[in-house]
């Protein structure tokens, strides 16, 4: 008897049914349920052309199956979409950096001309900005 071990333990997919986990069954079983949801009252109540209500199903059912298959590195499809709305639309990100020679100045007295210097050129910056 031979059994296939995976040496990355934390890639291991535990299979429920025909290869697929879980969360890919159930994504496939709601997938097709939509597409059946969607073109069989379009062909019986508005009697629209079989082809063409597929095609109308097609979308949906798509975004369905993409929201339980597509991984993205360690995401689901909605992480990954929550991730991208937050960073497609955050603020702009600002940085304000200090002076390195100010911050490791050996003598106390050079640290504390240099801070009154830069009080003053703060002050004059803001009488000149009024």
Same mark, same amino acid.
């Given at each position: +008897?031979?059994?296939?071990?995976?040496?990355d333990?934390?890639k291991?997919r535990?299979? =429920? %049914?025909?290869g +697929?986990?879980? /969360?890919e069954?159930? !994504?496939?079983?709601l997938?097709?349920?939509?597409?059946?949801?969607?073109t069989f009252p379009? $062909?019986?109540?508005?009697?629209?052309? =079989? #082809?063409v209500? $597929?095609?109308?199903?097609?979308p !949906?059912?798509?975004? $369905?199956?993409i929201?339980? !298959?597509?991984? !993205?590195?360690?995401?689901?499809?909605?992480?990954?979409?929550?991730?991208? %709305?937050q960073?497609?639309?955050?603020g702009p990100l600002?940085? *304000?950096?200090?002076? =390195? +020679?100010e911050?490791?100045?050996? $003598?106390?007295?050079? /640290? *504390?001309?240099? /801070? #009154?210097?830069?009080?003053? *050129?703060? *002050?004059?910056?803001?009488?000149? /900005? #009024?």
């Amino acid at each position: +008897m031979n059994l296939v071990i995976n040496k990355d333990i934390e890639k291991y997919r535990k299979d =429920v %049914w025909k290869g +697929m986990t879980g /969360r890919e069954l159930v !994504f496939s079983a709601l997938t097709i349920g939509t597409g059946a949801a969607i073109t069989f009252p379009l $062909i019986y109540f508005f009697h629209v052309p =079989v #082809k063409v209500a $597929i095609y109308l199903a097609i979308p !949906f059912c798509c975004f $369905i199956a993409i929201c339980g !298959f597509g991984n !993205f590195g360690d995401m689901t499809f909605m992480e990954f979409l929550k991730k991208y %709305w937050q960073v497609a639309f955050s603020g702009p990100l600002l940085f *304000e950096s200090k002076n =390195v +020679m100010e911050l490791t100045a050996p $003598i106390p007295e050079l /640290r *504390e001309k240099k /801070r #009154k210097k830069k009080a003053k *050129e703060e *002050e004059q910056s803001a009488a000149y /900005r #009024k």
